[in-house]
């Protein structure tokens, strides 16, 4: 199966997942992943309380109608069931559009992350035109770093936050 756009322009799919564009819809399932520390605890701003989760859910769909582009809530193609969310949204330090994804720990270790990333990376540069994408992860989060390695994200910087050396990847789109 392709992992080009289906279902829609913005319905992505990949051999195992179908993403769609985050929706009020996913909000039940948004709170449960942001509210876990397994998931959470690491990302950027931690764990999140029900009424942080909305007010994020409120900012990606803005983030959709302003850049043509955002978070995707990631579903196993089988039975629909949630499994975690991948996409791109602006970083607060200014750093550009930013890929991100957080699986459910039992999502983990079978190569959806790659999946729904990759996805996520390819619409950027190739339907919404974005031509450099970064990501960061902290030096100790292997699985993480091995995602970003994988779709073809490059190491290009580092900074420390919080007392952890978090690591800069850049995608950048060949020229036509």
Do not use: C
Request: aromatic share 6%; proline share 6%.
């Amino acid at each position: 199966m392709s992992d080009r756009p289906i279902l829609g322009r913005l319905t992505l799919g990949t051999g195992r997942l179908v993403l769609r564009p985050v929706s009020g819809a996913d909000l039940p399932a948004l709170i449960a992943l942001k509210a876990d520390p397994r998931v959470f605890a690491v990302m950027l701003g931690g764990v999140r309380l029900p009424q942080q989760t909305m007010a994020e859910l409120a900012e990606d769909i803005a983030f959709w109608a302003r850049a043509g582009v955002g978070m995707w809530s990631a579903r196993r193609r089988a039975d629909g069931r949630f499994v975690g969310i991948a996409g791109i949204m602006a970083r607060p330090d200014g750093l550009g559009p930013a890929l991100r994804f957080a699986l459910w720990p039992e999502a983990r270790g079978q190569g959806l992350a790659r999946e729904a990333a990759g996805a996520a990376l390819r619409f950027a540069h190739e339907e919404a035109g974005l031509p450099r994408i970064v990501a960061v992860a902290r030096a100790d989060n292997i699985a993480s770093r091995l995602v970003l390695g994988g779709i073809g994200m490059r190491e290009t910087g580092a900074f420390t936050r919080d007392g952890y050396e978090m690591l800069i990847y850049r995608s950048e789109r060949a020229p036509a």
